[in-house]
């Protein structure tokens, strides 16, 4: 049993934020950190490969139950082979936003995600963390923003890396992710009843951790 271990759920949409305020309060506290999307995103490569089709909810189920998923030192291990780099492309976006529509696949992830508790404790970030994964979580926050911030966020995050962006593109892709993620009969991406709600448009990365941060400690010291 695992219940004992406290978890910090992180939801929220695509370009929120998220991955960056989940892994510097992880870092603060000492805990683990679980990057769902990037199982989702690994999927979505591996079934590619495989020429196994996004739509085929029960090949990519039982494809994603025969893989052996990794995460060491930030790197993304498929088969101890590292595809940190491959998983972040924006068709595996997509693709890992097409699989996850899959009741069976989302199934299928979940004691893997739920191995990610353990001691002294967890930071989760996705779409589900507070409602399916981890509903016993002791803090729920869900973070977000306007399309616009997101789409601008994701551009300059691309032109940093040094890629061809299109602003236009970006704001279009984002819609139709996010239309997809709430849409979605299984897990569809919404505020868990007990989350705060922190709108990130005017709020900077570290006021955003700093917000989480002193949430959790009001948590524990009830
Ligand atoms: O980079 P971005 O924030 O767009 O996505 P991500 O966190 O890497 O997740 C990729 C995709 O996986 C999302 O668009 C979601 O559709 C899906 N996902 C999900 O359904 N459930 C999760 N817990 C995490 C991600």
Redesign the pocket.
Known sequence: MTNHIPVIAIDGP??SGK?TVAQIVADKLGFSYLD???L??VVAFATHQKNISWHDANAIAECAKALHIQFKQEKVLLDNQDISNDIRTELM?KG??QV?VHAPLRAALVDLQHSFRVSPGLVAD????GTVIFPDAQLKVFLTASTETRAQRRYQQLLGKGQPADYSNILLDLQE?DA??KSRTS?PLVIAKDAILLETDNLGISAAVNIVLSNYQEKIDK
């Open positions: 695509s370009a991955g769902s999307g990037a989702y995103r976006g890992a936003s996850a996705g779409r589900d963390m992710r997809r993620d897990a």
